[in-house]
């Protein structure tokens, strides 16, 4: 059964008929054809799909794609704006913060999420936000220091 | 020093635009018109003939276009031993083999017509344990072995599960215990681990109407690739097209040798020239496709008073699994350096790749060196404790240096930093400060070889405005590549770094490389760019030379403008020069090939010798929770003789990466294989990988003993980084609280049951 749903992603309107069992990271994948958001295990245990959700971090392959119906959507196509990298985006590439890059879509989102939130993390308060994104080229050294770059430039 | 425009700068990867706006393309993001979806049956069982399979409930559901079975695909291939089916032939030898795909409009009908798929079985005995399976009286996994095409230097034992034999003698190691003054004998265990690059394994396969079959595939070297699946299909490279996605997500060794491909092949032959599409779950990934080869080492060792070791004799046995795979060269190489990076008079060594019913071992960053290694750093320290001899002063006192013969004799060792990297790591923790209770330090070292020989082909095209087009086949799997070999062609070429664009591998395209394994792409094809564009610079030079009525020789070029040495206002740029001979238009092509040969006495192909060795060391400072046998580990510190850093920050990326990898199979790591040699615990929630929350404070740092063929001197670095870090913690761990933990993973429980024991012996 198909259903008509209703969302906003990075901003844009769109109306899209989905299967009951769709989840919002095949709508976004294979649908609208966002695939800056990455399939790691489709469990929701590596964070690779990690998205916005209404201003939350989730695992969008554990949501489904009707249960995001009238919300809004945040990718990794969305940060920058007007041609503007995001600062997390230029620190990640400026700090080295990226290798294989299959980790880094949902990495600089749980990033944005904690800074969208905390303009003063600590070192701790950040490697707890981003413990859901694994990562097993970089050994988060260089995210960690991207990220607390960030939050030191942006808050003070 | 010479200073270079870009070489030697921690410049910030060419890749990270793409990557970080989400623009990169990998595999799975690939999407053909009029694509059918793949899925395999695979096998429930860890030994069995297979009796009958029925595949008509299957191939009658709509939607289904193709079903397929080994009958359908008799193709046997492997690297080194050519033992694997595409699709089980009469018989599986593991759990989650594939037995039969489908391809279907969609993923899902492909699942329901999988689900419609039977098959009977007839159990045979399941092997499980590796010494078991070298038992003469073992039942044969592979019965037809002594039939299967493998390369020279591979030695199966006939009628037996040892599908590679090989052994190293130096000296006399009988001699060599009389001449000792302390004898020690430990053995060493690794377990099952895996890569865990967090993208999953995928491949396309079509067939265009003349028969040819290309595939777009996660794998670390297509022109490897290639020639596998022509010599296991039995057809020419002209019928096989490999093309490499723009970006692999990770690979550590997991992508490389016939994977997924091999199941979408006989599926494309199928469909009427439709590109088949299959992805790996995540518990396929974990199940059928690549595992680090569970290890034991026995050790036996003698040493003199003074420190110094007098004779070692290692037994690898590594389980390698349902199939060969890389298995037998991973064990090669891994010999060769299983006695340790030090001057050993009496050596030997004996190494067996055995068969077992349980997933395929194969490469894994390191190649076989990380489980040898754990051997020989953590008798190290036995030793030294038992001499009352500080780990560093031990280490320095035998390790080899620059004109050493290597430990198993074959080569005299060349560009060796061991030292210094020892020197480095001590002191950046301060490594003689009063110990604290339940603290404790360690630290280990070792080196790793690369697979020689093998060769390298590159080509440069120079356009007339200057940009620059590099054709490699090296692939970019996160390592760092694009950038570095961006690096490598501007400067020898003179351009600046942003006029050179990487071009994705393509066999069709991309010229010839062995492979994107063995710490080899900054040294072997860093020197293949390197010479081709030197040779396209030397046609600009010609061309020049003649305009500007100079010698080539007194010719220069710095950021694209080519000036004379001896009058620097004459001066031309690339356009004007190209334009000059070419006004309608024409690329300049430079062009070149490196094919290095390590001196030194070889039993053949990939025996022994190395044409550069990678050297480290490591360091980690742990706490103990005596209660709970919890470990914390507070620093770890790596040093790496690189030869010549190419980019600084690439490298150390490469060293704080390969640590935090090194955490997870030492303390928490471990593919758990059932009772039917099923594995218990497929999926990132029961294999705990290391998360942000886990990592210590980290320093990395980087040591330079240049080597005489490395393009600037360098050599390579990636699977060195996370060899020395197992022992170096447990070695820490018995400075913390007095335990000796010889079988990894170094879990609490085995920490207080020699807690226990300890208590108890006192």
């Known amino acids: ?156 | 020093m010479a200073e270079y425009s870009t070489v030697g700068k921690p410049i910030p990867r060419l890749d990270g635009l793409e990557k970080v706006t989400g623009q990169a393309i990998y595999g799975d993001d690939l999407k053909f018109p009029n694509m059918l979806y793949g899925k395999a049956l695979r096998s429930e069982c860890a030994h069995a003939k297979i009796l009958n399979i029925k595949i008509d409930k299957a191939g009658r559901l709509p939607g289904v276009r193709a079903v397929v079975t080994g009958k359908d695909t008799p193709f046997l291939g492997g690297e080194a031993l050519m033992d694997y089916p595409f699709l089980a032939i009469d018989k599986v030898r593991y759990v989650g083999e594939p037995i039969a795909a489908v391809a279907a409009i969609d993923e899902e009908v492909a699942e329901e017509a999988i689900d419609l798929i039977e098959v009977e079985y007839e159990p045979l005995p399941a092997l499980l344990d590796p010494q078991k399976a070298m038992e003469p009286s073992a039942p044969l996994i592979h019965e037809r072995m002594n039939t299967y095409k493998h390369l020279p230097v591979i030695k199966p034992i006939e009628n037996s599960n040892i599908c590679h034999y090989i052994q190293f003698i130096k000296g006399d190691v009988e001699k060599g215990w009389d001449g000792s003054d302390l004898l020690f004998e430990d053995t060493f265990t690794t377990q099952m681990v895996q890569h865990g690059a967090i993208e999953p394994h995928m491949a396309i396969a079509q067939v265009d109407p003349a028969g040819k079959i290309t595939v777009w595939v996660t794998n670390d070297s297509p022109h490897r690739l290639r020639m596998d699946l022509s010599n296991a299909m039995g057809i020419p490279l002209k019928r096989l097209r490999v093309i490499s996605p723009p970006y692999i997500g990770g690979n550590f060794g997991g992508k490389g040798g016939l994977k997924v491909e091999t199941i979408c092949i006989p599926l494309a032959l199928r469909v009427n020239h439709r590109p088949v599409k299959m992805v790996l779950t995540r518990e396929e990934v974990f199940t059928a496709s690549l595992v680090r080869h569970p290890s034991i080492v026995q050790l036996k060792t003698g040493v003199k008073k003074d420190g110094r070791i007098w004779a070692r004799e290692a037994k690898v046995i590594y389980d390698t699994g349902a199939y060969a795979e890389k298995g037998p060269t991973v064990c090669q190489q891994a010999c060769v350096a299983a006695v340790g990076p030090y001057k050993i008079p009496n050596v030997k060594v004996d190494g067996y790749c055995v068969y077992t019913n349980k997933p395929i071992a194969g490469a894994y960053r390191g190649y076989g060196i990380p489980q040898v290694a754990w051997a020989h750093e953590s008798q190290m320290d036995i030793i030294a404790q038992k001499l009352g001899m500080d780990p560093v002063e031990i280490r320095m006192k035998n390790v080899v240096g620059e004109g050493d013969i290597s430990p198993t004799g074959q080569q005299k060792l060349h560009s060796v930093g061991l030292k210094e990297c020892i020197k480095k790591v001590a002191e950046s923790v301060d490594w003689n400060r009063p110990k604290e209770k339940y603290r404790g330090k360690g630290m280990a070292c070792a080196f790793k070889n690369t697979k020689t020989p093998t060769g390298s082909s590159a080509i440069v095209i120079v356009s007339q405005d200057g940009s620059v087009e590099v054709l490699t086949s090296t692939v970019e799997i996160g390592q760092g590549s694009k950038t570095i070999l961006a690096q490598m062609v501007a400067e020898e070429l003179g351009v600046p770094v942003e006029n050179v664009i990487m071009v994705t591998p393509d066999t069709d395209i991309t010229p010839f490389d062995a492979s994107t394994t063995s710490s080899r792409s900054t040294f072997h094809m860093g020197n293949a760019v390197r010479r081709a564009a030197k040779d396209a610079r030397e046609q600009l030079f010609l061309i020049a030379s003649e305009i500007l009525g100079e010698d080539s020789e007194d010719l220069a070029i710095e950021k694209g403008l080519i000036f004379s040495k001896k009058n620097p206002g004459k001066k031309l740029t690339i356009t004007q020069v190209i334009k000059h001979e070419y006004q309608a238009g024409l690329d300049i092509i430079g062009k070149d090939s490196f094919y290095p040969i390590a001196e030194g006495e070889t039993g053949g192909m990939w025996s022994a010798p190395s044409i550069f060795w990678m050297y480290g060391a490591h360091y980690a400072e742990v706490e103990v929770d005596i209660e709970t046998g919890r470990v914390k580990i507070l620093k770890i510190s790596g040093a790496h003789d690189v030869g010549k850093a190419i980019n600084p920050s690439t490298c150390q990326g490469q060293i704080e990466g390969g640590m935090v990898h090194g955490i997870g199979p030492t303390l928490f790591e471990e593919m758990i294989i059932g009772e039917r040699g099923e594995v218990v615990n497929p999926s990132f929630l029961d294999y705990r990988m290391p998360a942000a929350p886990d990592i210590p404070e980290i320093t990395s740092l980087i040591v330079e003993a240049p080597h005489r063929e490395g393009p600037w001197g360098a050599k390579g670095i990636g699977e060195m980084t996370v060899v020395p870090m197992a022992p170096a913690i447990a070695n820490a761990i018995d400075d913390a609280v007095g335990v000796r933990i010889k079988d990894l993973p170094i879990t609490p429980d085995k920490i207080l049951k020699a807690l226990k024991e300890k208590l108890v012996r006192k």
């Open chain 1, 1 to 156: 059964m198909k259903h008509l749903i209703h969302l906003k992603i990075n901003g844009e309107p769109y109306e899209v008929s989905v299967k009951s069992n769709l989840t919002l990271l095949d709508l976004l994948r294979d649908e609208i054809g966002l695939t800056g958001t990455k399939k790691g295990c489709d469990t929701g245990q590596c964070g690779a799909c990690t998205v916005v959700l209404n201003g939350r971090t989730i695992n969008s392959c554990l949501v489904l794609a009707v249960d995001a119906n009238g919300k809004e959507v945040s990718t990794i196509e969305g940060l920058a704006k007007d041609g503007k990298l995001h600062p997390l985006q230029e620190a990640f590439i400026q700090e080295g913060a990226v290798q294989c890059g299959y980790c880094t879509s949902g990495m600089i989102l749980s990033a944005k999420a904690l800074l969208d939130e905390n303009l003063t993390p600590k070192e701790e308060e950040v490697k707890k936000a981003i413990a859901g994104n694994l990562c097993r080229c970089t050994g988060y050294v260089r995210i960690v220091k991207a990220i607390l770059d960030v939050a030191k430039r942006l808050g003070g």
